[in-house]
């Protein structure tokens, strides 16, 4: 699931999207049903490669939910996110979640990576 | 490199830390390069699996640096990072930045995780 072990697109290097989740406890469970069905409409994009959302073991942690998702290029990103499908659906989440729900969107390149020798 | 295919060390499921920084611009390339020496101590650490510091590629973007690194237990990451060593470099990291850099550490279980058909 590396980046380094998929063929990147004509299009750019591989990229991560990041969204760091400010959210309510009372909210959480209910927001990870509905991500769940939200990230199926982008698995099946070009150029998705995985998606993991992370939950905080602590409930005294800032940040609950972290999404690390990776894509073949920037362009394929944009692209999947720009379908309509995608943004109601994001859109109804928002609505859904009355403003308690703060996301950082973001997209990376990797600067270090280390693995165990 | 996913969680899934390392063997899980008796004393807890694997873990993701995940750690999100608030960092002025002008001090990004130095604290990168301080990191990648830092990370090296928990390179070889028992249950250390891999780590990535991601640099935003907008300098808009609100988190400019998302350290993501696997871990065999919660146990491992604990018993590494109370190494002395560790703590003195990282407390050394924190006075060179001159509180310019504020880290968000936190511990994630992986809620989510979906893999392109």
Known sequence: ????????????????????????????????????????????????????????RSADSRFQLVNVSHWESEEAYQAATADPAFSSRTQAARDDAKGTVAPNPALYDVAVAVTAP
């Open 1 to 56: 699931m590396t980046n380094d072990s998929q063929a990147t697109t004509a299009s750019g290097p591989p990229v991560t999207f990041i969204n760091v989740f400010e959210i309510d406890e009372s909210e959480i469970d209910g927001f990870i049903t509905g991500w769940e069905k939200r990230v199926q409409l982008m698995a099946g994009k070009p150029g998705f490669i995985d998606s993991r959302l992370h939950r905080a």
